[in-house]
């Protein structure tokens, strides 16, 4: 017999996941690599070398 509840939606997440990753970019924190191509791609880091850097658009989500 099928359930009759409806299904939520989880709620829309906040950015303060993405906040606490840049922040912890920030502080030199290791990050998983496949993540440092994915901010970079988001345009959220900079790859320097080997380490990785907070972008101007980074740097601006987390002063809001």
């Known amino acids: 017999m ?3 509840e409806v299904e939520r939606c989880p709620p829309p ?3 303060s996941e993405l906040c606490q ?5 920030r ?3 290791v990050i998983h690599p496949q993540l440092k191509r994915l901010l970079v791609h988001l ?3 900079e790859l320097r ?4 850097a ?8 987390l002063e809001t």
């Open 54 to 61: 907070l972008t101007g658009k980074g740097r601006l989500l």
């Open 21 to 25: 990753l840049l922040l912890g970019i």
């Open 43 to 45: 345009g959220f880091a």
């Open 13 to 15: 997440s906040s950015d």
């Open 27 to 29: 502080r030199g924190d």
């Open 2 to 4: 099928p359930n009759n």
């Open 49 to 52: 070398g080997l380490q990785i």
